[in-house]
Nanobody, 124 residues
Framework: QVQLVESGGGLVQAGGSLRLSCVAS????????MAWFRQAPGKEREFVAFTSRSDGTTNYADSVKGRFTINRDNAKNTVYLQMNSLKPEDTAVYYCAARSSSFVSRYSFQYDSWGQGTQVTVSS
């Protein structure tokens, strides 16, 4: 099973940018559909973006489309989430997740492995 470790979170002003990293060990990320989810206080975990293992297809939640970009670097065994034009409502703990199936999914329960999360706080 793959182990995932996120980093790159922090405090940023509205309109700013952050890049989150998710480093995998144990298995290569090229074997997985990789995704980012987030969970704000008092809310359920929600889908942010995924990149498929088969052809690199990406998909985004409507709330982040045009502002966030997911990409992977298989040589570094790392998946990134570039977040631009951040808003206070983007404040959450962001989680990296891996799904061994080649079928992509927006549902958190279909992901096999999770990182510990990294906090992103956007001030107004």
């Amino acid at each position: 099973q793959v182990q995932l470790v996120e980093s790159g979170g922090g405090l940023v002003q509205a309109g700013g940018s952050l890049r989150l990293s998710c480093v995998a060990s144990g298995r290569t990320v090229s074997s997985y559909t990789m995704a980012w989810f987030r969970q704000a206080p008092g809310k359920e975990r929600e889908f942010v973006a995924f990149t498929s293992r088969s052809d690199g297809t990406t998909n985004y939640a409507d709330s982040v489309k045009g502002r966030f970009t997911i990409n992977r670097d298989n040589a570094k065994n790392t998946v990134y989430l570039q977040m631009n034009s951040l808003k206070p409502e983007d404040t959450a703990v962001y989680y990296c997740a891996a799904r061994s199936s080649s079928f992509v999914s927006r549902y958190s329960f279909q992901y096999d492995s999770w990182g510990q999360g990294t906090q992103v706080t956007v001030s107004s």
